[in-house]
C-alpha cells in the first residue's frame, strides 16, 4: 500500500458526492495505533481538529446605526464598560478585557454574552460635534438583532501550542490561566495536545487568509497571521512545535455564535477573558500530513515557564508531554505537581465532532485550493 497523494479537487468532489471520510484528530490516532498509518490515510481524507481555550486578544467590531441630528463616534460605554470611536461615524471597537469597576467585574467578554442572550445592553456615546455631526452625546439600548453589522475579531484565534504555568514564588499567584500556587504548587497549561488544530497540523500551514473555521458552532475566516506569528519557533524532528508558534487572526459574525461554545469568564487579578472553542478541518493530502496528525500525545511537548517572574522572557524549566499534562501530574524542578487544564478539553471536543458531522454533510465548505499561512514573522520586543 502507498500514500497516494490526493488534491483538492478530489476532496471537494468527495464532499458533494457525500462520500468524504472525516474523523476527529483523536479518533485518527487511534486508527493509526489499531490498524497503522498507510491504513488509517487510505480510509482518511479529512482530521477535525479542535479546543476550547481561554483569550483576552480579541475585539468586538460593532457597526451603529445613524442618529439624528448625526454624532461622529469619539467615546463610548457599552454595558458599563468604556470604549472608543474614532474608525468612522459609527463604528464600535469594545475589546474583550476589561477590569473590575467596584464591585463590578465587567469586559468586552461580559458583554458579548449579554448581547448574545438577545439583552438590551445600554450604551452611551460621547460625540466630536462638527459642523456635519453637531449632536455630542446619545444615550440609548442596543440589541444584537438591530445593529447593522457586528462581528468579533480575535487576534490571537488559533496558535500552534500552549505552555504550561507554574509559580516559584510563595503565595498565590493571579495568572491569565487562573491562581498558581507557589513555589511549584500546582501547574496550569493552555493547550489541549493531540486534539488541538496546531498539533494536528503544525505551521498551520492550511489556514492562510479566507481559509474557513468553525467558531463556536459558526463559519469564521482566517485573517492572516495573528498576534504573536512565530512560525521559525523550536520545533520536534516530526515538526511540531516547542512553543506556542504560528498563530492565525480569526473573524466570526457574532449573530452566528452559539453560546454554549463561548462563554465569558473572569480571573482574578488578571480581569475579563473569553472561553472560546474553535476547530478546523485538517486535509490529508499526502504521507506527511498524515505522519504529523497521527504523532501521540506521549511525543507532543509543552514549555514550562515560570510565571512569578514577570518577564519578557520567562524562566523555563524545559518541556513536558501532553500525556503527563492529561494524566494530572508533572515533574517541575525535581518534584512531582498536579497539572490542570486551562481550556475546556469537553467543550472543544464537542465542537470538533460537529465539525466532523458538518464536514461529511457539506455544511462546511472545503477550500477549491490550499491558500497558505505566511511563514514569516517574529517579535520585535519594544525598548525603552
Given at each position: 500500500?502507498?500514500?497516494?497523494?490526493?488534491?483538492?479537487?478530489?476532496?471537494?468532489?468527495?464532499?458533494?458526492?457525500?462520500?468524504?471520510?472525516?474523523?476527529?484528530?483523536?479518533?485518527?490516532?487511534?486508527?493509526?495505533?489499531?490498524?497503522?498509518?498507510?491504513?488509517?490515510?487510505?480510509?482518511?481524507?479529512?482530521?477535525?481538529?479542535?479546543?476550547?481555550?481561554?483569550?483576552?486578544?480579541?475585539?468586538?467590531?460593532?457597526?451603529?446605526?445613524?442618529?439624528?441630528?448625526?454624532?461622529?463616534?469619539?467615546?463610548?460605554?457599552?454595558?458599563?464598560?468604556?470604549?472608543?470611536?474614532?474608525?468612522?461615524?459609527?463604528?464600535?471597537?469594545?475589546?474583550?478585557?476589561?477590569?473590575?469597576?467596584?464591585?463590578?467585574?465587567?469586559?468586552?467578554?461580559?458583554?458579548?454574552?449579554?448581547?448574545?442572550?438577545?439583552?438590551?445592553?445600554?450604551?452611551?456615546?460621547?460625540?466630536?460635534?462638527?459642523?456635519?455631526?453637531?449632536?455630542?452625546?446619545?444615550?440609548?439600548?442596543?440589541?444584537?438583532?438591530?445593529?447593522?453589522?457586528?462581528?468579533?475579531?480575535?487576534?490571537?484565534?488559533?496558535?500552534?501550542?500552549?505552555?504550561?504555568?507554574?509559580?516559584?514564588?510563595?503565595?498565590?499567584?493571579?495568572?491569565?490561566?487562573?491562581?498558581?500556587?507557589?513555589?511549584?504548587?500546582?501547574?496550569?497549561?493552555?493547550?489541549?495536545?493531540?486534539?488541538?488544530?496546531?498539533?494536528?497540523?503544525?505551521?498551520?500551514?492550511?489556514?492562510?487568509?479566507?481559509?474557513?473555521?468553525?467558531?463556536?458552532?459558526?463559519?469564521?475566516?482566517?485573517?492572516?497571521?495573528?498576534?504573536?506569528?512565530?512560525?521559525?519557533?523550536?520545533?520536534?524532528?516530526?515538526?511540531?512545535?516547542?512553543?506556542?508558534?504560528?498563530?492565525?487572526?480569526?473573524?466570526?459574525?457574532?449573530?452566528?455564535?452559539?453560546?454554549?461554545?463561548?462563554?465569558?469568564?473572569?480571573?482574578?487579578?488578571?480581569?475579563?477573558?473569553?472561553?472560546?472553542?474553535?476547530?478546523?478541518?485538517?486535509?490529508?493530502?499526502?504521507?506527511?500530513?498524515?505522519?504529523?496528525?497521527?504523532?501521540?500525545?506521549?511525543?507532543?511537548?509543552?514549555?514550562?515557564?515560570?510565571?512569578?517572574?514577570?518577564?519578557?522572557?520567562?524562566?523555563?524549566?524545559?518541556?513536558?508531554?501532553?500525556?503527563?499534562?492529561?494524566?494530572?501530574?508533572?515533574?517541575?524542578?525535581?518534584?512531582?505537581?498536579?497539572?490542570?487544564?486551562?481550556?475546556?478539553?469537553?467543550?472543544?471536543?464537542?465542537?470538533?465532532?460537529?465539525?466532523?458531522?458538518?464536514?461529511?454533510?457539506?455544511r462546511f465548505p472545503l477550500p477549491a485550493q490550499i491558500t497558505p499561512l505566511?511563514?514569516?514573522?517574529?517579535?520585535?520586543?519594544?525598548?525603552?
Amino acid at each position: 500500500m502507498v500514500f497516494a497523494p490526493r488534491s483538492c479537487a478530489e476532496l471537494l468532489q468527495r464532499q458533494e458526492q457525500g462520500d468524504l471520510r472525516v474523523c476527529t484528530a483523536l479518533a485518527f490516532r487511534s486508527r493509526v495505533e489499531a490498524s497503522g498509518l498507510e491504513q488509517a490515510y487510505a480510509d482518511t481524507d479529512v482530521v477535525a481538529a479542535g479546543s476550547c481555550s481561554f483569550t483576552d486578544q480579541g475585539q468586538l467590531w460593532l457597526s451603529l446605526g445613524p442618529s439624528d441630528p448625526p454624532l461622529r463616534l469619539r467615546q463610548a460605554r457599552l454595558g458599563g464598560v468604556s470604549t472608543s470611536g474614532g474608525f468612522g461615524a459609527g463604528e464600535l471597537c469594545l475589546p474583550l478585557g476589561g477590569r473590575a469597576s467596584g464591585e463590578r467585574r465587567l469586559g468586552g467578554a461580559q458583554v458579548l454574552d449579554a448581547l448574545l442572550a438577545g439583552e438590551e445592553v445600554p450604551l452611551e456615546l460621547q460625540g466630536e460635534g462638527t459642523t456635519l455631526h453637531p449632536r455630542r452625546e446619545l444615550q440609548t439600548t442596543i440589541q444584537l438583532e438591530r445593529l447593522n453589522q457586528a462581528r468579533l475579531l480575535l487576534a490571537r484565534g488559533i496558535s500552534e501550542n500552549g505552555v504550561v504555568a507554574v509559580s516559584s514564588s510563595e503565595g498565590l499567584l493571579a495568572s491569565p490561566f487562573g491562581g498558581l500556587l507557589g513555589p511549584f504548587g500546582n501547574a496550569l497549561f493552555n493547550g489541549s495536545g493531540a486534539r488541538s488544530i496546531g498539533m494536528t497540523m503544525p505551521g498551520l500551514h492550511q489556514l492562510g487568509a479566507g481559509s474557513a473555521v468553525l467558531v463556536a458552532g459558526a463559519i469564521g475566516r482566517v485573517l492572516g497571521p495573528g498576534s504573536g506569528h512565530q512560525p521559525q519557533t523550536r520545533r520536534q524532528p516530526s515538526g511540531h512545535a516547542r512553543a506556542p508558534g504560528a498563530a492565525v487572526a480569526l473573524s466570526v459574525e457574532l449573530a452566528c455564535l452559539q453560546r454554549h461554545w463561548i462563554r465569558p469568564c473572569w480571573f482574578e487579578g488578571h480581569g475579563a477573558a473569553l472561553l472560546v472553542a474553535i476547530a478546523a478541518p485538517v486535509l490529508l493530502l499526502g504521507e506527511r500530513q498524515a505522519a504529523q496528525a497521527a504523532v501521540p500525545d506521549s511525543s507532543l511537548e509543552a514549555p514550562v515557564l515560570d510565571f512569578s517572574i514577570p518577564r519578557r522572557i520567562r524562566p523555563g524549566f524545559g518541556t513536558v508531554s501532553y500525556r503527563e499534562l492529561l494524566a494530572g501530574r508533572i515533574q517541575v524542578d525535581g518534584q512531582q505537581i498536579p497539572a490542570a487544564p486551562a481550556c475546556s478539553l469537553s467543550l472543544g471536543d464537542s465542537l470538533t465532532e460537529l465539525l466532523a458531522e458538518h464536514l461529511r454533510d457539506g455544511r462546511f465548505p472545503l477550500p477549491a485550493q490550499i491558500t497558505p499561512l505566511s511563514q514569516q514573522g517574529r517579535l520585535h520586543p519594544l525598548e525603552g
